[in-house]
C-alpha cells in the first residue's frame, strides 16, 4: 500500500529565504508525482506535475526533483514572499487511478 | 469563471439528517473525482467516475454514502444519517483522461464544501 510523508509537518521562515519541502512514498511504481497549494479552507491549486520519466520541473520561482527510484521528490522555493505562505501537499499517482496525498507542511513566511 | 465549482461552501446539520452535496466540473473534462480531506490530513480519495460511471470506490465510503453522475456531467454526493465524524472538507476534483495508462492527465480541485455535523 501506497504510504506519502511529507517532512517537516511546519515550517516558518522570514522572507527571502530559499525553502526545501520534502516529500516520500513507499512504492516508487508511480506514474507521475503532483505538488499543490492549499490555501487555509480553500480547495486545492496544481503546481507543478513530474512524470515518471522526467527528473525535474520548474514554474516560476519553484523548482520540483523527483527520484523515483529513492522514492523521494523536493519542491525547492527560491526567495520566499509572504504570499508563498500556505500548506503545499505533494500527491503520488501509481496505477491505483488515483491521487495519494501526503499530509502537506504548511508554511508561513513572515516579512 | 470555467473551474471546477462546489456547492455548497458550507454546511452544518445536525446528526442523523441526509445532506448533498454537488459538484460541476470543468465542462469538457470526463473524470470527475471525489475526496474528503480532514483537519490536518490531506486529502483522501472516496470515488471516481469516467464520464457516468463509477468506476471505483474506496472502503471508507460507507453504505451512508452515495455518488452519482447521471449525465457525465455534474455529480452529486449524498451522505445519509450523518455522523459526527462525517465532519470534513469535501473535495471535489476533475481531469481531461485520454484513455493512456498512467494518469498523465492533471487534476483540477473545486473550492470544496466544509461540513460540519453537530
Known amino acids: 500500500k501506497q504510504e506519502v510523508t511529507q517532512i517537516p509537518a511546519a515550517l516558518s521562515v522570514p522572507e527571502g529565504e530559499n525553502l526545501v519541502l520534502n516529500c516520500s512514498f513507499t512504492d516508487s511504481a508511480i506514474y507521475n508525482l503532483q505538488w499543490f497549494r492549499q490555501d487555509p479552507g480553500k480547495g486545492l491549486t496544481s503546481l507543478l506535475l513530474i512524470q515518471s520519466s522526467q527528473r525535474e520541473q520548474t514554474s516560476g520561482r519553484l523548482n520540483a526533483s523527483l527520484d523515483k527510484s529513492s522514492g523521494r521528490s523536493t519542491l525547492y522555493i527560491a526567495a520566499s514572499q509572504p504570499g508563498d505562505s500556505a500548506t503545499y501537499l505533494c500527491a503520488v499517482w501509481g496505477n491505483t487511478d488515483k491521487l495519494i496525498f501526503g499530509t502537506g507542511t504548511r508554511l508561513q513566511v513572515f516579512p | 469563471d470555467t473551474g471546477v465549482s462546489q456547492n455548497p461552501r458550507h454546511k452544518i446539520t445536525k446528526r442523523g439528517q441526509n445532506v448533498t452535496f454537488r459538484c460541476d466540473p470543468i465542462s469538457e473534462h470526463n473524470r470527475l473525482y471525489w475526496y474528503r480531506q480532514t483537519l490536518g490530513q490531506g486529502p483522501e480519495f472516496l470515488t471516481y467516475?469516467?464520464?457516468?460511471?463509477?468506476?471505483?470506490k474506496s472502503r471508507l465510503l460507507s453504505d451512508r454514502f452515495s455518488a452519482e453522475r447521471p449525465k457525465g456531467s455534474f455529480s452529486t454526493l449524498e451522505i445519509q444519517r450523518t455522523e459526527q465524524g462525517d465532519s470534513a472538507m469535501y473535495l471535489c476534483?476533475?481531469?481531461?483522461?485520454?484513455?493512456?495508462?498512467?494518469?498523465?492527465?492533471?487534476?483540477?480541485f473545486g473550492p470544496g464544501t466544509r461540513l460540519t455535523v453537530l
Open positions: 476534483a476533475s481531469s481531461l483522461n485520454w484513455g493512456l495508462a498512467g494518469g498523465t492527465d492533471t487534476q483540477y
Open positions: 467516475f469516467q464520464n457516468e460511471a463509477q468506476l471505483e
